[in-house]
Nanobody, 118 residues
Framework: QVQLVESGGGLVQPGGSLRLSCAAS????????MGWYRQAPGKQRELVAD???????YYTDSVKGRFTISRDNAKNTVYLQMNSLKPEDTAVYYC????????????WGQGTQVTVSS
């Protein structure tokens, strides 16, 4: 079992920035991918970005060039730096741990609200 605890999120104006953090504990050795999904009202949950143990990254097209995912292996923590935020980025963001593929999610965080509005 892997436990995920998120922090960050909040209200920001369009064009602003936020950073999300996700601290992992438990059977971390079993996890190949850590990342972030988001779910907006009335929409399906979508994968935003993830990062492998080796540091390879994936981004969905709508966030490329604006979001950066990184990890601190010593702290077992993954970060999502979100810049140039848009109203359409408004959603609940969920940290996830997946293995052996990015689509086989093993654990979810509790979710954190990100609202982009003037």
């Amino acid at each position: 079992q892997v436990q995920l605890v998120e922090s960050g999120g909040g209200l920001v104006q369009p064009g602003g920035s936020l950073r999300l953090s996700c601290a992992a504990s438990g059977s971390i050795f079993s996890i190949n991918f850590m990342g972030w999904y988001r779910q907006a009202p009335g929409k399906q949950r979508e994968l935003v970005a993830d990062i492998t143990n080796g540091g390879n990254t994936y981004y969905t097209d709508s966030v490329k060039g604006r979001f950066t995912i990184s990890r601190d292996n010593a702290k077992n923590t993954v970060y999502l730096q979100m810049n140039s935020l848009k109203p359409e980025d408004t959603a609940v963001y969920y940290c996830n741990a997946a293995s052996p593929t990015r689509w086989r999610v093993r654990s979810w965080g509790q979710g954190t609200q990100v609202t982009v509005s003037s």
